[in-house]
């Protein structure tokens, strides 16, 4: 049985640091492109950001680049999402999601496994 546990959310003051954390069981992570996605209330799910399954290639949504560093550690079944210089617009429930082929990562269509979600809260 594939699960995805997200950890590591929280409450952040403006300008702060979070480092997201998705564990992966049941299955092998080499298999699988993992991205992170982001609902806020009253929002569509958006794509946050996608690691390959090397690890070889990346990809940001537009609001979160030169912030936000995905990555992804094969040997501990985890990937990673480093959040730095937090904004407000960035509150939301982070969701990560596993996929064996992605050609369109932004697209929570794509994706097979998702885990429960972790808040993210940033606010002074």
């Known amino acids: 049985q594939v699960q995805l546990k997200e950890s590591g959310g929280g409450l952040v003051q403006p300008g702060g640091s979070l480092r997201l954390s998705c564990a992966v069981s049941?299955?092998?992570?080499?298999?699988?492109?993992i991205a992170w996605f982001r609902q806020a209330p009253g929002k569509v799910r958006e794509g946050v950001s996608c690691?390959?399954?090397?690890?070889?290639?990346?990809y940001y949504g537009d609001s979160v680049k030169g912030r936000f560093t995905i990555s992804r550690d094969n040997a501990k079944n985890t990937v990673y999402l480093q959040m730095n210089s937090l904004k407000p617009e960035d509150t939301a429930v982070y969701y990560c999601?596993?996929?064996?082929?992605?050609?369109?990562?932004?697209?929570?269509?794509?994706?097979?496994?998702w885990g429960q979600g972790a808040q993210v809260t940033v606010s002074s």
């Open positions: 999601a596993a996929a064996p082929v992605s050609s369109i990562w932004y697209s929570e269509y794509e994706y097979d496994y």
């Open positions: 049941g299955v092998t992570l080499d298999y699988y492109a």
């Open positions: 690691i390959s399954k090397s690890g070889g290639s990346t």
